[in-house]
């Protein structure tokens, strides 16, 4: 009897197989070789996945996953490459070497991603090891910006400046950094996994939608942290949930190392690249969070004490953006929408010369893509706003200039559907015709994909892209997702079943806001609003008719996973 013919190698099957065979972190004289040999030298396994371990991934070819075939289109020459930022903390002398770089080897065009790294695209592979190198000598790395590792440790941008924090969690967000970047123990993770951890009393850094959250609390008389473990977005969306444990400051790496050492360790997460990530362990295998502090206790030598009593903020403007006093007298921070987070190297080194000029030189970047100065003296404080519209960057813009935010999108992402970038400026400028003085925050956050990279499950309007023939012609369109929030209302968004052209997505946002303008109680916010309508009622808001809802997606198999931050 013949023998059976072998099973084809799965996705999950073929990374388990590289990553046990090879720590990219210590192989990087490879990527030196490819780059005397040249673009063609470059080896399947780098390109499709060692690369991503030091921040790297092959660039699309501008026309996204349509391109290609199995939902991933098709690469170009070209390479885009993720700083990581720990605790989106710059210096001035940091600042000005990524944007050297930006202007010397991106083509003068970078990214503030929603994990407060700075994405660089257009390089060569001949450029790779010089720019690695200038950034190790300026202190930063794009390690563990990418890959299935653990990603650039995010927390609040106001971090040993703001006035309401209740401690300042940048020396720990840097501890943690240390501890698992590079770390041979931590190399080869089921998936990416990503940490928030923030004094900021008004969680900034969106921990509801991280792996590991920290959250300060006080309790009798001492600050801690909350732990809350497993949330995450892309196509199967899962708010974190908070465990029953109150972590002192000295023992919180601790606490973070043996979270991580939980996820690393289920050995069940790395059979599917599509559920490799920690929230499956509630999605799907049951897991509980008595179960997970079980397991995390189990691992500590030390007793975790019981959860304290916390307040969850609002979900309302916690982005820092505008003119925030500091805690130190005298002082205020200054914080610029850079929308959609697209940035020119030239306009990042202005920006470095006002901080200088101004503050105290650093740089912070957030997680809605956007720009901070701190230690502005009150006195100049609005002759630096004047300063940061003469580069490009509002202060003081409308709520849709402050509100959005915008995945890669086909440009240059190979998963992405739809064109991202310059839709969502042309969006704003839109909206802001039709909407002139629109009184409420608005997250209007812009995804190419299913993947959701743009974080629109989150948004008061988040909308996902699609392809739909359109007066006989394939064209970009969006699916439209209302009412996501976090914080004290933490919800993912509905879809509500209306899906359009991009091209008329601004009238169908104009007619859903009128429409809000026009019936909302008093004080009403737009998200209590969307929770008192059915997904009928918006539905025919955006669509200005009654109309039939339409699926979300229609299933074509497995989807590559994200690239997501």
């Not at 650093?362 to 004047?386: A, G, Y």
């Not at 999108?409 to 015709?433: H, N, P, S, Y």
């Not at 990279?453 to 989150?458: D, S, T």
């Not at 303008?517 to 025919?540: M, V």
Request: with cysteine.
């Amino acid at each position: 009897m013949p023998d059976a013919t072998p099973a084809k190698e799965t996705k999950a099957q073929r990374a388990e197989r590289l990553k046990l065979a090879k720590n990219p972190w210590e192989a990087f004289d490879e990527v030196r070789a490819f780059a005397r040999a040249g673009r063609s030298s470059v080896v399947p396994e780098w390109a499709s996945l060692y690369f991503k371990w030091w921040g790297i991934y092959t660039q699309g070819d501008g026309v996204g996953a349509t391109g290609g075939k199995g939902g991933e289109g098709l690469t170009s020459d070209y390479f885009m490459m993720r700083i990581a930022i720990t605790n989106g903390v710059l210096s001035a002398a940091q600042a000005r070497v990524i944007a050297n770089i930006t202007k010397q080897h991106a083509r003068n065009l970078a990214d503030i991603t929603v994990r407060q790294a700075i994405q660089l695209h257009w390089l060569t592979i001949e450029s790779l090891p010089e720019i690695v190198d200038a950034l190790s000598a300026a202190g930063l790395s794009p390690k563990g910006a990418c890959g299935d590792v653990v990603r650039n440790v995010t927390g609040c941008p106001l971090a040993g400046v703001a006035a309401n924090e209740l401690i300042d969690s940048a020396p720990l967000a840097r501890e943690i950094a240390a501890l698992l970047a590079g770390n041979p123990d931590f190399y080869n993770l089921p998936r990416k996994f990503k940490i928030s951890v923030t004094g900021c009393p008004d969680w900034c850094s969106v921990p509801e939608i991280n792996d590991i959250g920290l959250t300060a609390v006080e309790h009798n008389g001492q600050v801690g942290y909350s732990v809350r473990v497993g949330g995450g977005l892309s196509r199967e969306p899962h708010i974190a949930v908070r465990l029953d444990a109150f972590v002192l400051p000295d023992q919180a790496l601790a606490v973070v190392r043996a979270i991580t050492e939980i996820f690393r360790d289920q050995q069940g997460l790395r059979e599917s690249r599509e559920r490799a990530r920690m929230k499956y362990l509630f999605l799907k295998e049951g897991w509980t969070a008595e179960r997970f502090l079980a397991e995390l206790q189990s691992r500590l030598d030390f007793q975790l004490q019981p959860s304290a009593p916390e307040q969850v903020p609002n979900d309302i403007f916690r982005d820092h953006t505008g003119i925030t006093p500091q805690r130190q007298q005298g002082f205020s921070s200054i914080g610029a929408t850079v929308l959609r987070g697209r940035i020119t190297g030239d306009q990042l080194e202005a920006a470095v010369n006002l901080a200088e000029r101004f503050g105290s030189g650093s740089l912070r970047t957030t997680v809605s893509q956007n720009l901070l100065f701190i230690d502005i003296p009150n006195h100049k404080v609005h002759e630096l706003i004047r300063e940061l519209g003469q580069i490009g960057l509002q202060v003081e813009g409308s709520n849709f200039w402050r509100g959005a935010i915008a995945c890669t999108g086909t440009e240059f992402c190979k998963l992405a559907i739809t064109e991202t970038k310059g839709f969502t400026r042309w969006l704003v400028d839109e909206l802001e015709e039709r909407l002139p003085g629109f009184d409420q925050q608005l997250k209007l956050n812009v995804t190419g994909c299913p993947n959701g990279c743009g974080q629109h499950w989150v948004a008061d309007i988040g909308i996902e892209g699609k392809k739909i023939k359109h007066e006989g012609k394939l064209t970009d369109a969006y699916y439209f997702c209302l009412g996501g929030a976090v914080g004290q209302h933490a919800a993912v968004a509905r879809p509500v079943g209306y899906r359009c052209p991009a091209p008329l997505v601004p009238e169908a946002i104009e007619r859903l806001l009128r429409e809000y303008l026009a019936d909302r109680a008093l004080n009403e916010n737009l998200r209590a609003w969307f929770s008192r309508h059915t997904d009928d009622e918006l539905r025919a808001h955006l669509a200005g008719e009654v109309l039939a809802a339409v699926e979300r997606d229609i299933p074509t198999g497995p989807v590559p996973h994200a690239i997501a931050d």
